[in-house]
Nanobody
Framework: QVQLLESGGGLVRAGGSVRLSCLDSSERAIKEYAMAWFRQASGKEREFVAGINGSGGSTKYGNSVKGRFTISRNNGKNTVYLQMNNLKPEDTAVYYC?????????????????WGQGTQVTVSS
């Protein structure tokens, strides 16, 4: 059973940085699957943030985070990361890790089969 465990959220000032981690605690190797981060702010729809393919050689970003966020993965640790720099108050949201059952990055939430519980990131002005 796939279980995704996010960590690293918290409260940060605008302009600061945070790194989120997502551990797949199942026994299967995540190198065969695309992974992504989505976020959902209060009262808004879930939004694609970033995605990465199995090898880590291909990444995709949402327009609002390009140049500020970086997604990466360590398949040996079954972990995906989201480095968030130059944070803005509008980045405040619950951030979710997601895994797709194929090695192709999509930017729609329905394309992903497994989800973590989410971790809150709050950016103060």
């Amino acid at each position: 059973q796939v279980q995704l465990l996010e960590s690293g959220g918290g409260l940060v000032r605008a302009g600061g940085s945070v790194r989120l981690s997502c551990l797949d605690s199942s026994e299967r190797a995540i190198k065969e699957y695309a992974m992504a981060w989505f976020r959902q702010a209060s009262g808004k729809e879930r939004e694609f943030v970033a995605g990465i393919n199995g090898s880590g050689g291909s990444t995709k970003y949402g327009n609002s985070v390009k140049g500020r966020f970086t997604i990466s993965r360590n398949n040996g640790k079954n972990t995906v990361y989201l480095q968030m720099n130059n944070l803005k108050p509008e980045d405040t949201a619950v951030y979710y890790c997601a895994q797709r059952s194929m090695d192709y990055v999509g930017d729609e939430s329905y394309e992903y089969d497994y989800w973590g519980q989410g971790t809150q990131v709050t950016v103060s002005s």
